[in-house]
C-alpha cells in the first residue's frame, strides 16, 4: 500500500491513515475508515481540504476482509466471531466452556507476521459471553499471498482453538482418611465446595470410607455407576502413586494409569487414571486449600469430557510453577 495526502475532493473510495477529531476533541472518522461521497462532504464542512489517505494495490485484501477470513477458519465449539473496526476479530464463548489451543499451530501462524492471534490459556475455563481470542492483521491491508498461507494452513491443520462446552457435568467425589474417611469429608468439604462453585457446580455424588484397598475400590465402583464427568479422590495421606492404597484400588476396578506426577506446583503428586471414559484423579494436599493448585489446571478439560493425556499433564510444566 502507498500513503499520501489528497485533496479531499479525491479521496472518494480510499482508507483514511489517521482518525480525524474535531476542533472540540470529539472523534469525526476512525483510521482505517473507507471514505464515501457523504465522508467527503463531511470533512469539507468541518474545513479539511487535505487527508492522508491510501488505497490497496493490486495483490493486496483489506484489513477487515482478511481478519474475516482467517477468523473463520481458527476456531471452532461454542463461540461467536465478532469483527471490530481497524482489522481485528474477537472470538467470544456463547455458553461456559474449556478452551483447549493447538500452541505448535498457534506459533507457526504467528511467525508468519500477516496476522497475530491470541487465545486464553490451554485448558482454561470461560464463562459465557467471556473473549477467548482475537485476531489482529497489519493495518490497512494483508498481502494476498500471506493471507492465502495463513487460511491454507488452518485449512489443512486446524483449527487452533476449540471452545469445549461444559454442560451440567456430573462431579463425583471420594473422601478417604485410614482411619475414618468422615475425616476426610469434614476436612476437605467446604474446600472442594469453593473450588467448584467458581465453574457454577456442586458435588454431585459424594462418598466417604476407610482407606484401605478394597473399601476404597468399592466406593470407586458405585461412583462410576453414575457416569460422572470426573470422579476426584480427597484423601488425607500422601504420597499418591500407582503403588499406595488409592493406586491399587484403581487397578483393582480396572482403571488404566494415564500419568503419575505433574510438573506443577502445588500439585506434583497427581495421579490419573481413567475407567473406560471415566477420569479418576488423586491429588494429595491439593483439598487442604482454594490456592490454585493441579488441579485447577485439568478439570476444565475433564468438565467437558476431554480426554486429557498423559503427554498432556506432562506439558504443564511450563506455567506450572502455581505459587
Known amino acids: 500500500m502507498r500513503a499520501q495526502t489528497v485533496d479531499v475532493r479525491e479521496s472518494t473510495g480510499r482508507i483514511l491513515c489517521c482518525t480525524i477529531f474535531r476542533q472540540g476533541g470529539r472523534k469525526l472518522l476512525a483510521k482505517g475508515h473507507t471514505l464515501n461521497e457523504d465522508d467527503v462532504r463531511l470533512l469539507e464542512t468541518e474545513g479539511l481540504g487535505q487527508v492522508w489517505v491510501t488505497e490497496l494495490e493490486a495483490g493486496e485484501i483489506g484489513e477487515d476482509e482478511a481478519v474475516k477470513l482467517a477468523a473463520a477458519e481458527m476456531g471452532c465449539g461454542c463461540l461467536d466471531i465478532r469483527l471490530v473496526a481497524g482489522g481485528r476479530a474477537n472470538l467470544l464463548a456463547n455458553e461456559d466452556c474449556c478452551v483447549l489451543v493447538d500452541d505448535e499451530l498457534l506459533k507457526q501462524i504467528n511467525c508468519i507476521s500477516s496476522v497475530v492471534i491470541a487465545t486464553s490459556p490451554n485448558f482454561s475455563y470461560a464463562r459465557a459471553g467471556q473473549r477467548i481470542a482475537t485476531i489482529k492483521s497489519t493495518p490497512f491491508a494483508v498481502a494476498q499471498s500471506q493471507l492465502e498461507a495463513v487460511v491454507s494452513i488452518l485449512k489443512e491443520r486446524g483449527p487452533i482453538l476449540q471452545a469445549r462446552p461444559i454442560r451440567n457435568p456430573a462431579v463425583a ?45 468399592r466406593s470407586l465402583q458405585h461412583l462410576l455407576k453414575a457416569n460422572p464427568a470426573v470422579i476426584m479422590v480427597a484423601s488425607t495421606t500422601a504420597p499418591a502413586g500407582p503403588e499406595d492404597v488409592v493406586g491399587r484400588a484403581m487397578a483393582r476396578i480396572g482403571c488404566q494409569l494415564e500419568r503419575f506426577l505433574a510438573p506443577v506446583e502445588p500439585g506434583n503428586l497427581f495421579l490419573m487414571g481413567y475407567k473406560e471414559e471415566v477420569p479418576v484423579i488423586s491429588a494429595p494436599g491439593c483439598f487442604r486449600s482454594t490456592r490454585p493448585n493441579v488441579v485447577d489446571l485439568v478439570l476444565p478439560p475433564l468438565l467437558a469430557r476431554y480426554r486429557v493425556s498423559g503427554w498432556e499433564v506432562g506439558c504443564l510444566g511450563h506455567g506450572g510453577l502455581l505459587g
Open 173 to 217: 467425589v471420594l473422601y478417604s482418611d485410614p482411619l475414618h474417611g468422615d475425616r476426610a469429608r469434614q476436612l476437605f468439604e467446604n474446600v472442594l465446595r469453593q473450588r467448584l462453585e467458581h465453574y457454577g457446580l456442586t458435588a454431585s455424588f459424594a462418598l466417604a470410607c476407610t482407606e484401605e484397598e478394597a473399601g476404597v475400590a
